[in-house]
């Protein structure tokens, strides 16, 4: 039988990449992103037994990753004046290099939910019961969240397709 130390080691391993990468979609900046992971490191830590007790740990880690994560983001916004939105004039389409960049500024705008969610499914390859454990909301909304931001990145992505073709 494993002890508390190696059971944590070995589950912290397994989502190391994808807390990383859930706060670096959240933060949008590689080192804020690694400092979110290592304070969920210590977290996890504290509270072993009950994260390796809970029914998903992963989506426990995950939601603990997204609220301090977002706690950053709104102490960035507090302290630096960040300008919202996505330039919408003809200059727009010349700016964006390519086609990728401009998804994640699109997913960087959706309301936050749907970015978690969209994250969480599309590149985590999270169930939509743990998206909702982490999200703390029902498997509904986890899955109508999940319907709009794709329709919007569609929609966006279209726009930007079909500019001046019409």
């Known amino acids: 039988?494993?002890?508390?130390?190696?059971?944590?080691?070995?589950?912290?391993?397994?989502l190391r990449d994808t807390v990383f990468r859930l706060a670096l979609s959240i933060t949008g900046s590689q080192v804020e992103a690694e400092d979110v992971a290592q304070d969920i490191?210590?977290?996890?830590?504290?509270?072993?037994?009950?994260?390796?007790?809970?029914?998903?740990?992963?989506?426990?880690?995950?939601?603990m990753a997204r609220n301090l994560a977002i706690d950053r983001v709104r102490l960035r916004r507090e302290t630096t004046q960040i300008a919202d939105g996505i330039v919408e004039d003809g200059n727009s389409r010349a700016e964006v290099a390519n086609l990728a960049e401009y998804t994640r500024q699109i997913i960087a705008h959706l309301p936050e939910k749907q970015q978690v969610t969209i994250h969480m499914r599309d590149v985590e390859g999270y169930e939509i019961d743990e998206i909702a454990e982490v999200l703390e909301c029902d498997s509904a909304s986890v899955r109508t969240n999940l319907s709009r931001a794709r329709k919007s990145i569609r929609e966006q992505l279209l726009k930007v397709i079909s500019y001046g073709t019409e």
Not at 1 to 14: A, C, D, G
Not at 41 to 63: F, M, T
């Open 1 to 14: 039988m494993k002890t508390t130390t190696e059971q944590y080691t070995e589950f912290i391993l397994s």
């Open 41 to 63: 490191y210590e977290k996890v830590w504290r509270a072993r037994d009950k994260v390796l007790q809970s029914a998903y740990p992963r989506a426990y880690v995950c939601r």
